[in-house]
């Protein structure tokens, strides 16, 4: 079993940044995928960015490309998402997953995540 904790929401205005941090305990990360999505009431959980632990790969949605940036901490099995240049359509919930054994072409579907975090809230204001 994998718990994940989430931290770093909170309400910001555009332009702002915020970092998003998800720590993991109970099972080692090497071997998964760790992955950021988002949802907002009455749609569907969105894909954020991943990254590969092995190896280190990133990816991301093209709605945050160029703004936010996904990096891992080994040592402390911590996954932080940094997000720059903030608009109100980020506004979320954002839900840290870990997946293991996700094939790259799988990366940003949740269904090949795992386990799930609570979320922390992001609220960005026009």
């Known amino acids: 079993q994998v718990q994940l904790l989430e931290s770093g929401g909170g309400l910001v205005q555009a332009g702002d940044s915020l970092r998003l941090s998800c720590v993991a305990s109970g099972r080692t990360l090497r071997n998964s995928a760790v992955g950021w999505f988002r949802q907002t009431p009455g749609k569907d959980r969105e894909f954020v960015a991943a990254?590969?632990?092995?190896?280190?790969?990133?990816h991301y949605a093209d709605s945050v490309k160029g703004r936010f940036t996904i990096s891992k901490d080994g040592a402390a099995n911590k996954v932080h998402l940094q997000m720059n240049s903030l608009k109100s359509e980020d506004s979320a919930v954002y839900y840290c997953?870990?997946?293991?054994?996700?094939?790259?072409?799988?990366?940003?579907?949740?269904?090949?995540?795992?386990?799930w975090g609570q979320g922390t809230h992001v609220t960005v204001s026009s």
């Open positions: 997953a870990v997946g293991y054994g996700v094939i790259l072409s799988a990366v940003r579907a949740d269904v090949s995540y795992h386990y």
């Open positions: 990254i590969r632990w092995n190896g280190g790969s990133t």
